[in-house]
């Protein structure tokens, strides 16, 4: 037999202990469906009466499920804590993307033709840099179209479709900008410097700029207005020296050609032509041309009409492979 003290029954009874006492004195034992009848009273203090609290009714399958309730709680908030922290730990272990997989991602979007009117000197180089900017792009094309800076900045005033211009000069590239035909402002991407080209062997014995105006030996310039012309004439007059060519021509690699076709005994050409010509010529340094050194400037057009595909390729063009391209071909660092 089970004894019960009357104030703890009371309590889980939700009534008063002196009710609770005379029910029990009448014979009544506790009627909630589920609770064992009280066989035996043990006197005892009712501390919730003495108190005067009172209690709603409970039964013990009341109070059971009280319980359960108040565990499956603090599961639920358990599982809830964990699953935040595994979250968390989630997410603070996964590294954000990385800019290559941006610029990745980015370059897949590339497509279409790109236009590029540049000077006749960056025709070795760009050709090689446009195969290579194609392999990293499937998808894209680079059309190229190369002459004097002067020439070119003239026909993107006038119209001509292209997307990015490379002058050999910032004076050429002036002209575009002049017009509002570039978009932001030209990035200098490479410098280049003068040699004097001779025919093979050098039968002119030409070891100087003031060989140059010697009688008799048949030399040819660049057009004043074309930048290697126009780095001539600097050269020229910081020596103080007075030249008369046989021609003019209106790109270097004409004036390239003249000596090529033994037309010419001599030219004052780029460096870079003189490389990219191999056995053809051989060239002849000289002190002067440090004080005619040309910048070249590129820069996106304003009617581009595959903007995004031009950024990237001048991107290319001023990234770590595509300046190893232009050094590689002569071309000094910016």
């Known amino acids: 037999m089970r004894s019960y003290r009357i104030g703890h029954t009371a309590a889980l009874r939700g009534v008063g202990a002196d009710t609770l006492g005379r029910r029990l004195v009448d ?6 469906e589920g609770d064992e009848p009280v066989r035996r009273i043990v006197p005892g203090p009712a501390p919730a009466a003495r108190a005067g609290r009172s209690y709603p009714r409970r039964t013990r399958r009341t109070i059971q499920a009280l319980r ?55 025709q070795e180089s760009f050709t090689t840099l446009g195969k290579e900017f194609e392999t990293a792009h499937p998808g894209t094309k680079v059309t190229f179209s190369f002459g004097g800076s002067d020439t070119l900045a003239a026909s993107i005033t006038g119209g001509a479709p292209a997307d990015v211009f490379a002058a050999a000069s910032p004076r050429t590239m002036a002209i575009v900008t002049g017009k509002g035909d570039a978009v932001g402002t030209p990035a200098t991407f490479v410098r280049n410097q003068l040699e004097i080209a001779t025919l093979p062997g050098n039968p002119g014995k030409v070891s ?28 020229l007059a910081a020596s103080d020296l007075k030249l008369t060519p046989v021609s003019y021509e209106q790109d270097v690699k004409s004036a390239l050609n003249k000596v090529i076709l033994n037309e ?18 051989e060239g002849v340094p000289f002190p002067e041309s440090a004080e005619a050194v040309n910048d070249y400037p590129i820069a996106l057009l304003k009617d581009a009409g595959n903007a995004a595909t031009a950024k990237a390729f001048i991107a290319f063009v001023r990234s770590a492979e595509g300046q190893k391209v232009l050094t590689g071909a002569g071309f000094l660092r910016p």
């Open 208 to 235: 100087s700029l003031r060989d140059l105006t010697r009688p008799g030996l048949k030399v040819v310039l660049c057009a004043k207005t074309v930048p290697c012309g126009a780095a001539a004439q600097k050269a």
């Open 68 to 122: 359960t309730l108040r565990t499956a709680r603090v599961a639920g908030a358990g599982a809830a804590a964990l699953l935040a922290l595994s979250a968390c730990s989630s997410s603070g272990s996964d590294s954000p993307p990385s800019s290559t997989s941006k610029s990745s991602s980015a370059s897949d979007d590339l497509s279409g033709t790109v236009t590029v009117f540049a000077a006749a000197s960056l």
């Open 27 to 32: 014979g009544a034992g506790p009627t909630a």
């Open 264 to 281: 010419a005994d001599a030219a004052v050409v780029y460096r870079t032509d003189v490389k990219a010509a191999g056995a053809k010529v």
